[in-house]
């Protein structure tokens, strides 16, 4: 898949707050993303991020 820098993704399980939405804030090895609703911050390394991303929302 094709994300970057402040791309909006869709993930497979949602957050508890109730949204799947999240806003990528880091990139490199790892991966920081940020929830669109509550501004929660989860890093997770690139490989846990492809198997847990589902779609790409907005780029």
Not at 6 to 30: F, L, S, Y
Not at 49 to 56: G, H, V
């Amino acid at each position: 898949m094709n994300y970057q820098l402040n791309t909006i993704v869709e993930m497979k399980k949602p957050h508890a707050c109730g949204t799947n939405a999240w806003q990528i804030i880091r990139m490199g090895a790892d991966i920081k993303i940020e929830c669109t609703n509550c501004h929660r911050v989860v890093m997770m390394t690139r490989q846990d991020f492809e198997k847990r991303l589902n779609k790409i929302i907005k780029d």
